[in-house]
C-alpha cells in the first residue's frame, strides 16, 4: 500500500490536462467542471474549491483558458472558462503525449495484453 | 444561501492579496459553495449540514497553499498576454516586485551596480547639459535654432567671420519678409560711482528690440521702447540679474529708480532674468540711441557691431542665407566706391546659427569629451553586466528549478531585463543628481570667457537624454546575462545541478571578453588624453613673441565728456604712465590698445605710398595696435631694425609708426620698410622701426595677421590697457596702478581688468586646459573602471580555480609559479584589450589631428607611455587575486569540492 502512489499524486500531475480536456468543447464555470471530473471518473478523481480555482487562475495567467463572468437574473455571477488557441494547443501536446506514454507502459506491463 | 464572504475573508486573511484580486477571488469560491450547498440540499441535507460540507471542501491551509503557489509562479513568470491586458507588459508589476526584493537582498551588489551606472551617467549628464545649454537650448533665449547671427567676411583680405556694420544691420532689419526681428549691440564700459572707489560695469548698447529678438522677457518691469532708442533720450537701462543682486541686493523696487553712469543719471526700467546673459559679460544694457543718418550707407564698411536675427515664420535657414546673398549681390554690383571696393575685396554678410558664434569654437572639445563620456558609460556596462554575470552563478540553483517548473525561458530573459531596468533606473536618478554637482563645479573651476558663466540647467531635453542613456545602458548591461540565459540547454543546466549551472565556462569567457573591451576603450581614452595633455604642455611652452613674466596689466575707460579733447586724452595717459616709470620697483610702463592677449584692438586697411593698386586688388591690410613708447620695453618685444616710438613722437611731430617683421615680409618682400609711408585715413605716416611678430590672442592658434603699431601720442583712444614691467612681484602692482590712476584722474576713472600678463596668456588656454583636465579625469575614471572589471574577473576565476590550485601546489608547483597562473590570464586579457584599444586610438588619433598643436597624432612616447600606464594599473589590480591563490591551502582547496 505504501508503494502505490495515491490517485491525489497522479491528479496533480493531469489537473491542467482534465481542465483543458472540459472546456475544449464549451465554456463551463468552476463547479460544473469539478463535478465533471467528479462524475466522469466515478468518483476517484475529486478536487476541492481550495484547489480547483487557484488552477483555474493558473491557466488563465498562462493564456490556455480564458475566464468571463456571466451575470444571471437572481443568481450571483459565474466565471465561464473557455478554452484559447494557445490552450488548444498545448491540450493536443498533452494528448500525444499522454497516449504515447500510456501506450509505452501499457507494453512494458502488459496490462494490454492481460 | 448563506452568506459566504466573512468566512471566505477569514480563509484568505493571511494572504496579501491586491483588493481586485481577492474580490475576485471570493466571488469565485462563493459561487462555488453555493452551487454544492443547494446540491447537497437537493440531495436531502439540512440547510446546516449542507453549509458545513461545502465548507469542508474549502480546506483553509490547502487553499492558502494552492493560492501561495499560484501567486509566487505569477511573480516569477509572469502571466502571458491576455485578451484584456494583451501586452508586453502585463505581469511587469509581479516581476517588478520580485526584482525589487532580490536587488534589496542583495545590497552590495545593488549598490555596486547603481553607483557604477550613476557614475557614467552623471559624466554623460553633464556633458550633454553642457551641449544643450550651448547649442540646443541657450538658457533665455527661444527657439534658438531660429536665431541666426549676422555676420560679414572679406575673402580677399582674409577676414573670414567678423562683426558687420550699421548700413548693413539697417539692410537686413529691413528685410522684413526674412527676418522678423533685428537687432543690434556694441560692448561699452560705464563708470558706476556708488562707493569710495570708482567702479567699471560692463554694459552693452543695444538696440531697443535686443530682448524681443532673443525672445527674453524681463521678471521685473519692461525692456526698451522704440522711442528710447533715439539720440538724448537713451537715458534708461536694463539690468542683468548679476547688476540687480550685486548692485542692489535684489531691490523688488529698483523699477524706475535712478543710477549714475558716467556721470549721468540712467533710469532702471527693467532687470532681466538669471538665465538671459547675452552678451555673457554685459551687466546692464543701454539703448545705442544712434541718429538715423549712422544706418546710412557711409559706415557701410565700419564693422563694430555683433547683430542677430530671427528667422521670420515659414523662412528656413538656408533661405535666409540666400537672402543673404542677394543683400550682398546688391551692394557689390553698385557703381559706387561701396560696390567697387565690396568687389574687390570680396566681401559678402552671411548668417550662422547664434550658437555656433558663441560656442562654435567649444564644438570640438565638447565632441572629443561627448565621446569619452560615451566610453565610460560603456565601460561602467561592460562592468555591470559582469556583476550580473557574476552574481547569476550565485543564482543559478533558482534559475534552473524554475525552468525545471516550467517558468518560461523568455520570462526569465525579461525578468534579467527588468533587474536591468530597475538598476539602470536608480542609477540614473543617483547619475542625475551627481550630474548637477558635477556641471556646478566644473562651471565654478572653467575657465573665464568658456563655460563660466554658463547655466546648464537640467531641462527637459537633458531628463529625456539621460533617461534614453539609462535606458540603453540596461539593455547593454542586461544583455550579456540574459543571452547566457536563453542560450543555456536546460539539461545541461539541470546537470549540472546548479552548483555551476548555465556553463560557467561560457559565462566567465562573455566576462573576459567584457573586459578587454574594457580595457580597450580605456586605453582609447588614455590615448587620447594623453596627446591632449602634451599638446597643451608643449603649447604653454611656445613663446609668445614678447617676455609675459613680471608684467602686470589693467585697464582704463575715459568718460568721453570728461575726456573730450586729443589733448586731455594724452594728458591723461602721459601722467599716468609717466608716475608709473617713476615708482620704485617698476622697469617700463606704458598704455596701449591692442595689447596681446586683450579684447580691444582693430584692423583695417591701408596703402602704401607709390604703389597702385591693380584692379580687383582690395589693397593691404593689417592688425592695429597703438602704443605709448615704453610699451615695447615693457613687453619686451625685440626691435629688428629702426628705432621703437620715443618720447619725440607727438602730437605735431611727423606721424608714425612701426610695422611687425610679418607685415614687412608680406608687403615689402625683399625691400626695406624703413622710411616707406603708409595711409590710414588722411596722413600718410612713416615706417620708423620693425619689431618681432607677437602672438596676439591664442598660444593655440596664432592669426598670423601682421601688425602695425601707432604712438598713442598722436593718436589717442579714450580706452587703453595699462602695462607694466617689474622686478617685484606683478600683482602687487594693482594698488600702485590704481594709485597713478588716481593722481592722475581723482574723480572718474576706474582701473579694470587687473591681472598679469601671465595670467592673460594662461588664460588664452584656459578652455583647452579644461577639456583636457575634463578629459584626464575621464580616463582615469575609466582606467580605474577597467582595473576593478579585470579585478572582479580574476578574483572570481581564482575562487572557480581553488581547486586546480590546490592540486598543482599539492603536486609541487612553487608560490611563484601559482602567481603567474594568474598573473598571466590577466596578461591575456589586458594585451588584448591593448591591441584593440590600440588600433582604435590609431584611427580616433588620425581624425582628432587638426586638434592636436605641436604633437604628432602617433606620438609613439604617448602610444608607450599609456600602454604602460594602463598595464601597470591593471596588472596591479591582479596582484590581490593572485596572492589570495598562492596562499591557497592545498588540503583545504582539495576538499573545496
Known amino acids: 500500500m505504501a508503494n502505490q502512489p495515491s490517485v491525489s499524486e497522479l491528479k496533480k500531475g493531469s489537473a491542467e490536462f482534465l481542465i483543458l480536456s472540459l472546456v475544449e468543447a464549451r465554456p463551463r464555470h468552476g463547479y460544473e467542471i469539478g463535478k465533471m471530473i467528479e462524475t466522469r471518473s466515478s468518483g476517484d478523481l475529486h478536487f476541492n474549491a481550495a484547489s480547483l480555482y487557484p488552477l483555474l487562475y493558473r491557466l488563465e495567467q498562462r493564456w490556455w483558458i480564458e475566464g468571463r463572468w456571466v451575470e444571471k437574473a437572481n443568481q450571483r455571477k459565474r466565471r465561464y472558462y473557455r478554452i484559447t488557441a494557445t490552450g488548444r494547443k498545448i491540450l493536443r501536446e498533452k494528448r500525444s503525449t499522454w497516449q504515447a506514454f500510456v501506450t509505452a507502459v501499457n507494453r512494458v506491463t502488459g496490462v494490454e495484453n492481460a | 444561501m448563506p452568506d459566504w464572504k466573512q ?12 483588493p481586485t484580486r481577492k474580490v475576485s477571488v471570493a466571488e469565485k469560491l462563493a459561487q462555488h459553495l453555493d452551487d454544492h450547498c443547494r446540491e447537497l440540499i437537493g440531495g436531502g441535507a439540512s440547510a446546516e449540514e449542507a453549509r458545513s460540507a461545502a465548507l469542508a471542501g474549502l480546506d483553509r491551509d490547502e487553499l492558502l497553499r494552492e493560492l501561495q503557489q499560484v501567486e509566487r509562479e505569477s511573480a516569477w ?13 502585463s505581469g511587469l508589476g509581479g516581476d517588478l516586485r520580485y526584482t525589487s526584493r532580490i536587488l534589496r537582498k542583495a545590497p552590495g551588489f545593488s549598490t555596486i551596480a547603481v ?10 549628464t553633464a556633458i550633454f547639459s553642457i551641449i544643450n545649454s550651448l547649442f540646443l537650448h541657450p538658457p533665455g533665449v527661444t527657439d534658438s535654432d531660429r536665431l541666426m547671427a549676422v555676420r560679414v567676411k572679406y575673402q580677399k583680405l582674409n577676414l573670414k567671420n567678423i562683426s558687420i556694420s550699421l548700413t548693413d544691420f539697417a539692410d537686413v532689419r529691413d528685410s522684413k519678409q526674412v527676418f522678423s526681428s533685428t537687432a543690434a549691440m556694441q560692448p561699452a564700459n560705464f563708470n558706476y560711482a556708488a562707493g569710495p572707489l570708482p567702479e567699471r560695469i560692463p554694459a552693452s548698447l543695444v538696440t531697443w528690440n535686443w530682448f524681443d529678438t532673443f525672445g527674453a522677457r524681463p521678471i521685473l518691469g519692461r525692456t526698451f ?12 537701462v536694463v539690468l542683468s540679474y548679476t547688476a540687480w543682486q550685486r548692485l542692489f541686493g535684489k531691490d523688488q523696487a529698483i523699477v524706475g529708480k535712478s543710477m549714475l553712469l558716467n556721470g549721468q543719471s540712467y533710469r532702471v526700467v527693467g532687470v532681466m532674468d538669471r538665465d538671459f546673459n547675452w552678451p555673457s559679460q554685459s551687466e546692464i544694457w543701454v539703448p545705442v540711441g544712434l541718429a538715423a543718418k549712422e544706418y546710412g550707407p557711409d559706415n557701410r564698411f565700419n564693422e563694430s ?6 528667422l521670420a515664420p515659414g523662412v528656413s535657414r538656408q533661405q535666409a542665407e540666400a537672402y543673404a546673398g542677394v543683400l550682398s549681390q546688391r551692394v557689390a554690383t553698385n557703381s559706387d566706391d ?25 564644438r570640438m572639445p565638447l565632441l572629443v569629451l561627448a565621446g569619452s563620456v560615451g566610453c565610460v558609460l560603456l565601460i561602467c556596462c561592460a562592468n555591470v553586466a559582469g556583476l550580473m554575470l557574476a552574481k547569476s552563478s550565485g543564482r543559478a540553483k533558482e534559475l534552473t528549478i524554475r525552468i525545471a517548473l516550467g517558468a518560461r525561458r523568455r520570462h526569465l530573459v525579461r525578468q534579467i531585463f527588468v533587474e536591468s531596468v530597475l538598476i539602470a533606473a536608480c542609477g540614473t536618478a543617483v547619475g542625475i543628481g551627481l550630474a548637477v554637482l558635477a556641471v556646478r563645479n566644473a562651471t565654478l573651476i572653467a575657465p573665464e570667457g568658456s563655460i563660466s558663466s554658463l547655466v546648464a540647467p537640467i531641462d527637459r531635453s537633458v531628463l529625456l537624454f539621460s533617461i534614453a542613456a539609462g535606458m540603453a545602458s540596461a539593455l547593454l548591461f542586461g544583455l550579456a546575462p540574459a543571452l547566457m540565459i536563453a542560450a543555456a540547454k536546460t539539461f545541461e543546466m539541470l546537470k549540472e545541478g546548479g552548483r555551476s549551472a548555465m556553463s560557467s565556462k561560457g559565462r566567465q569567457r562573455v566576462r573576459s571578453a567584457l573586459v578587454v573591451g574594457e580595457v580597450g576603450l580605456a586605453l582609447v581614452l588614455l590615448v587620447g588624453a594623453g596627446l591632449f595633455l602634451k599638446s597643451l604642455i608643449r603649447t604653454q611652452q611656445l613663446s609668445p613673441g614678447f617676455d609675459s613674466r613680471g608684467v602686470m596689466t589693467g585697464a582704463v575707460s575715459l568718460d568721453a565728456k570728461a575726456y573730450d579733447s586729443p589733448e586731455r586724452r594724452q594728458a591723461f595717459f602721459t601722467a599716468v604712465t609717466q608716475n608709473l616709470a617713476a615708482q620704485p620697483g617698476i622697469d617700463a610702463a606704458a598704455a596701449a590698445v591692442g595689447m596681446p592677449f586683450s579684447d580691444m584692438g582693430s584692423a583695417s586697411s591701408f596703402a602704401i605710398e607709390g604703389r597702385l593698386l591693380a584692379p580687383g586688388d582690395p589693397g593691404p591690410h593689417s592688425d592695429i595696435a597703438v602704443t605709448t613708447s615704453g610699451y615695447f620695453r615693457a613687453l619686451s618685444v625685440p626691435l629688428r631694425a629702426g628705432r621703437y616710438f620715443t618720447g619725440q613722437d607727438r602730437l605735431g611731430a611727423e606721424p608714425v609708426a612701426i610695422i611687425d617683421e610679418i607685415l614687412a615680409k608680406q608687403y615689402w618682400p625683399g625691400q626695406d620698410p624703413l622710411g616707406a609711408r603708409i595711409k590710414r585715413g588722411k596722413d600718410w605716416t612713416r615706417i620708423v622701426g620693425i619689431v618681432a611678430h607677437v602672438n596676439r590672442s591664442s598660444l593655440a592658434a596664432d592669426t598670423g595677421k601682421g601688425l602695425a603699431y601707432y604712438p598713442l601720442e598722436q593718436i589717442s583712444n579714450p580706452e587703453a590697457n595699462l602695462v607694466v614691467r617689474t622686478s617685484a612681484d606683478p600683482v602687487a602692482m594693482a594698488a600702485t596702478i590704481r594709485a ?33 583636465t575634463m578629459l584626464l579625469a575621464f580616463a582615469t575614471m575609466a582606467l580605474l573602471l577597467a582595473a576593478i572589471g579585470l579585478y572582479g574577473v580574476i578574483s572570481y576565476s581564482v575562487v572557480q580555480r581553488t581547486q586546480e590550485i590546490g592540486v598543482r601546489m599539492a603536486l609541487g608547483a612553487r608560490l611563484a609559479q601559482v602567481m603567474w597562473l594568474v598573473l598571466s590570464q590577466s596578461l591575456r586579457m589586458v594585451l588584448a584589450g591593448v591591441a ?13 589631428q587638426s586638434e592636436l598643436i605641436q604633437v604628432s597624432a602617433f606620438d609613439p612616447l604617448t602610444f608607450a607611455g599609456m600602454c604602460a600606464v594602463l598595464v601597470a594599473v591593471t596588472l596591479a589590480a591582479t596582484y590581490l587575486p593572485a596572492r589570495r591563490a598562492a596562499k591557497v591551502d592545498p588540503m583545504l582547496a582539495l576538499r573545496h569540492e
Do not use: C
Open chain 2, 740 to 772: 597713478a590712476v588716481k593722481s592722475a584722474d581723482p574723480s572718474n576713472t576706474a582701473v579694470y581688468d587687473l591681472k598679469p600678463m601671465s595670467e592673460r596668456v594662461a588664460a588664452s588656454l584656459g578652455p583647452r586646459r579644461f577639456a583636457v
Open chain 2, 77 to 89: 513568470e509572469p502571466a502571458t498576454p491576455t485578451a484584456s491586458n494583451m501586452s508586453l507588459f
Open chain 2, 7 to 18: 468566512e471566505i475573508e477569514r480563509r484568505l486573511a493571511p494572504m496579501r492579496l491586491s
Open chain 2, 225 to 236: 521702447t522704440q522711442s528710447e532708442d533715439v539720440p538724448g533720450a537713451n537715458h534708461e
Open chain 2, 836 to 848: 584593440i584599444g590600440l588600433a582604435a586610438s590609431l584611427v580616433l588619433a588620425r581624425l582628432l
Open chain 2, 115 to 124: 553607483l557604477t551606472i550613476a557614475i557614467g551617467i552623471a559624466a554623460n
Open chain 2, 305 to 310: 557691431y555683433d547683430a542677430v536675427a530671427r
Open chain 2, 338 to 362: 561701396y560696390g567697387r571696393y565690396a568687389r574687390s575685396s570680396q566681401w559678402s554678410i552671411f548668417l550662422m546659427p547664434f550658437s555656433e558664434l558663441i560656442y562654435g569654437g567649444l
